[in-house]
């Protein structure tokens, strides 16, 4: 826990990494410079012992309980927004603004400040079935990123809405439960919704509430969650950008996601996702 300023565009991503390699410790700021009131932590998800407590199993039963509970999705449930802390504050129009998140410039050559801990959710416009993916964001103005997409499941629904020159509806979820962040990641079906998997893991329903501008449902109990579209056929540049890989992808271009609004809990904790490699979030992940 560092009560210690930090600052994300020049050094708490060193911190998060040397906390983790050096001491083993996931890390919890809460004095980020230009960003009073929020928190942010990394390297929770780190190793398999991490992921144990976190899908409530033991580290040498985690491949097998995953791989049990996978097989038996759960399907969500639909709560009211005041059952959802997610719903604490909302905002909209002017006070929509995504320099307000302790994002980072992870890597020292990245183009800017990136939202790397984003879930995405989307809805296959034909047949209504909800899709939720992983996507890093660079943070281009107030009410802009890009959006990068690889060609899967939400590039699939993402070609409909253009196809049609209409745009993307996307809520976009920072910080829930571990089950929520392993099965966003993870590569199904098309067609499975990965929040029922999210259920399986758990064994319950995942309280979803329902977006104040979209026809889509979010976790109740996120951290926080921006509203809004991805536009069809618009690319703006994007990059580089240190990767999962532990290789910078090179300066290019990506669709844009425009903020709308922006939902969040009264003391948000940010998940200022490492990525890299070794020993960060986004390789255990990947590697789960």
């Not at 050094?11 to 890390?27: D, H, I, L, P, Q």
């Not at 129009?93 to 890597?107: A, C, K, N, Q, R």
Request: overall charge negative; some cysteine; glycine content about 8%.
């Amino acid at each position: 826990r560092f009560t210690r300023e930090v600052d994300p565009l020049v050094n708490m991503a060193a911190v998060e990494w040397k906390a983790y390699n050096e001491m083993g410790k996931s890390s919890l700021f809460t004095n980020i410079k230009g960003h009073k009131g929020w928190q942010a932590c990394s390297q929770i998800l780190a190793d398999k012992k991490r992921w144990a407590i976190g899908l409530e199993t033991q580290e040498s039963e985690l491949l097998d309980t995953i791989s049990h509970r996978m097989k038996r999705p759960v399907d969500t449930v639909e709560v009211g927004a005041d059952q959802a802390p997610v719903k604490q504050v909302v905002l909209t129009g002017d006070e929509v603004d995504l320099y307000d998140f302790p994002s980072m410039i992870t890597s020292e050559n990245d183009g800017g400040r990136y939202l790397a801990s984003g879930m995405a959710i989307i809805k296959d416009p034909d047949t209504g079935v909800r899709n939720m993916s992983v996507h890093r964001q660079q943070v281009l103005d107030k009410d802009k990123t890009g959006f990068i997409m690889l060609p899967r499941h939400a590039r699939r629904i993402y070609e409909k809405y253009r196809d049609r020159n209409a745009p993307l509806p996307v809520a976009i979820v920072y910080g829930a439960h571990p089950a929520i962040f392993l099965s966003a990641a993870f590569t199904t079906s098309y067609g499975t919704d990965e929040l029922t998997l999210a259920g399986g893991l758990v064994g319950e329903p995942i309280r979803m509430v329902r977006c104040e501008t979209l026809d889509l449902e979010v976790p109740a109990e996120a951290e926080l969650v921006v509203e809004g579209e991805v536009l069809p056929n618009h690319m703006e540049p994007e990059g580089p950008y240190g990767e999962v890989t532990g290789t910078y992808a090179e300066k290019g271009s990506a669709e844009i996601f425009k903020a709308k609004v922006i939902t969040r809990r009264k003391a948000p904790i940010f998940y200022a996702v490492l990525t890299g490699i070794s020993l960060t979030d986004a390789p255990s992940l990947m590697a789960l």
